[in-house]
């Protein structure tokens, strides 16, 4: 890779660009989080520790990133589904459709959260069938869950649509004709394509749903030890003017947001590789 | 942080851009206050016109009081503060050093020129049969209360229970305790504030009780269905002292400093008085409070500083990292 920096380039404009590019980012990105950084830094290292590591706080990692994780885990198999029925087949309504699937975008999560509460409460539209079978969603981990679903499947349907309306139908007849299967077409044909950007609608479906407040806190009941997330301990923090305490929980949620997002990349890196060799 | 500007505010603010003498005032309040303040402006705004012949353009924002204060400690320029909580003026004072720390002497009644209390909502009918705090932590009644650690109202909700589990438990804070406790393993939800809590308790049809403001609940119980819900006053609970302070520091920059005061002393005269009872909140004036003493319920009011030495302690002992109410939820 250094040595591609040396190699003069065809394109013109690589140093201004470029050099735009960090300036861009460093405003936007580095610097509030190195302000945050210096903001947790006010705390001696012990206390950061135990502002980190109390145990609600860490009921409330496994809580945020557990469910954040599912719900990428169900959008993936959803999400491509959506995406696979928007692309391949063409049927009235599939703009209207296709349309829709950005919604969750749009609308303000707090909007999201209080139309999601409302359906699945014990009175609401879902909520009333849900309970005589002894389903709980609302104020319970499955809420979180249903919230963060709801928000993060545009992620995976707009960066597997794309790559799904490149692939080529040729390719699918032409496993077809040497013999393949429906099954290891699928297997073998088009999930290889499509895996790459899988993982990337999963990464940026999971980095939205961790970092997600707005919906979540209506449906989620806010017990502590049971359905806090993240989010709302770093408000409660600061609820209590302790800004230093507020970060450093940012801070672990960040490094650890960090960590799943490059391990993602790598995963995504390494699978892309073998299958070119 | 949203900055509410009212229609007549609006309108103030069309006209004053035509006359050049005018001054602006940023009130920053909490969220019930809204309709209050709608009110109280376009009075002041009326008189201030009348005595000084200076056009007022009073500007509203609302927000969950410490998120307001937070606001104003990282810069909004707030002329004024009306929040739920002296503990969150005393945010602004500390951190923010915006005004001096004894802010709260400035003003007659600690600085709160209404004063409001916590009670009970109940189904109509009142089918628990609930009464008073007992009947909070009876198996089977389901609560409903905001996060304490994040809504300033629900710090409130529980004060007033402690309080009373003081009292009839011969100041054992031992006891009062573990009847907190009971009261809050009744609680299926806590909203993040004040509003929401409300909203699960009407519209998502949740428990069977729910402790609110008592301005709240009137509102409740006159805008929402009519006769869904009905108000319970308990024999004994906290007087919920609202404060308001001019923030000095950016006020004197400003040249504010002295309508922002006359704003605020504005509210203690009868004719603001009368505008908070319209709007349930408790007047201070006893001639008001006469007026209306047919709207307010009577009962036992034990204030935080007789009762818990004043907020700063009461956030100490109970709403800290560590403190009581985070023992409650230990697992």
Redesign the interface.
């Known amino acids: 890779m250094p040595l591609l920096l040396l190699k003069k380039t065809v394109l013109p404009g690589f140093g201004i660009t470029l050099g735009f590019s960090v300036l861009y980012l460093s405003l936007l990105v580095l610097i509030p989080l190195a302000a945050l950084v210096l903001k947790a830094s006010g705390l001696t290292w012990e206390q950061f520790w135990t502002?980190v590591t109390?145990?609600?706080v860490v009921a409330s990692y496994k809580l945020s990133f557990g469910a954040a994780f599912i719900a990428a885990s169900i959008n993936i198999v959803f999400g491509l589904l959506v995406a696979w029925v928007l692309v391949r087949y063409r049927f009235p309504g599939r703009k209207i459709i296709d349309a829709l699937v950005d919604l969750p975008f749009a609308l303000p999560t707090a909007v999201a959260g209080?139309a999601l509460?409302?359906l699945y409460?014990?009175?609401?539209w879902i909520g009333q069938w849900l309970v005589p079978l002894g389903i709980k969603a609302?104020?319970t981990p499955l809420g979180v869950v249903i919230a963060l679903t709801f928000i993060s499947l545009p992620f995976v349907v707009r960066t597997v649509q794309p790559v799904l309306e490149d692939l080529g139908k040729e390719v699918e007849e032409a496993a077809a004709s040497l013999g393949a299967n429906r099954w290891a077409i699928f297997r073998r044909v088009i999930f290889p394509e499509i895996w790459p950007a899988l993982l990337t609608g999963f990464a940026l479906a999971f980095a939205r749903a961790v970092g997600e407040y707005g919906s979540v806190?209506?449906i989620s009941?806010?017990?502590?030890?049971k359905t806090e997330i993240t989010p709302?301990l770093i408000?409660?923090?600061?609820?209590?003017?302790?800004y230093a305490?507020a970060t450093a929980i940012a801070v672990v949620m960040l490094g650890a947001s960090f960590v799943l997002l490059f391990a993602i990349n790598a995963l995504q890196r390494w699978t892309t590789r073998r299958r070119a060799m | 942080m949203r900055i509410h500007l009212s229609i007549p505010a609006l309108l103030l603010l069309a006209a004053a851009a035509a006359a050049a003498d005018k001054i602006e005032l940023l009130n920053v309040s909490y969220d019930p206050t809204r309709k209050l303040y709608e009110e109280i402006n376009a009075a002041f705004a009326a008189t201030w016109k009348a005595e000084h012949g200076q056009e007022v353009v009073i500007k509203q924002s609302h927000g969950g009081s410490g998120k307001q204060a937070r606001s104003v400690i990282d810069g909004l320029p707030a002329d004024v503060v009306t929040l739920a909580l002296a503990y969150d003026i005393d945010a602004i004072a500390e951190k923010g050093r915006l005004l001096p720390t004894d802010w709260q002497k400035k003003l007659p009644d600690n600085s709160a020129p209404y004063t409001s209390t916590i009670v009970f909502l109940v189904r109509k009918g009142n089918p628990k049969g609930i009464k008073d705090w007992d009947d909070l932590v009876k198996p089977g009644v389901s609560v409903i209360t905001p996060n304490p650690k994040t809504s300033g109202g629900a710090r409130w909700n529980y004060l007033a229970a402690w309080a009373y589990a003081l009292k009839h438990n011969g100041q054992d804070e031992a006891k009062a305790k573990a009847f907190v406790t009971a009261l809050y393993q009744n609680v299926p939800v806590l909203d993040s504030a004040a509003r929401g809590s409300t909203m699960t308790f009407i519209q998502r049809g949740i428990g069977d009780v729910a402790i609110t403001w008592e301005n709240e609940a009137f509102l409740a119980s006159r805008d929402m269905d009519v006769g869904a819900c009905e108000i319970v006053v308990p024999s004994l609970s906290i007087l919920a002292e609202p404060a308001v302070a001019v923030v000095e520091k950016g006020a004197k920059k400003r040249g504010t400093l002295a309508i922002a005061q006359a704003y605020l002393e504005f509210l203690y005269t009868e004719q603001g008085q009368e505008i908070a009872a319209k709007n349930y909140y408790r007047p201070r004036l006893a001639s008001v409070a006469a007026k209306h003493a047919a709207n307010f319920p009577t009962l036992e009011l034990v204030t935080i500083d007789a009762v818990f030495g004043g907020w700063k302690k009461a956030q100490e002992q109970h709403f800290a990292d560590g403190g009581v109410f985070d023992e409650i939820y230990k697992p």
């Open positions: 502002t109390r145990p609600q209080i509460t409302a409460a014990p009175n609401g609302v104020f806190v209506f009941g806010n017990l502590p030890m709302l408000i409660s923090q600061l609820e209590q003017y302790r305490e």
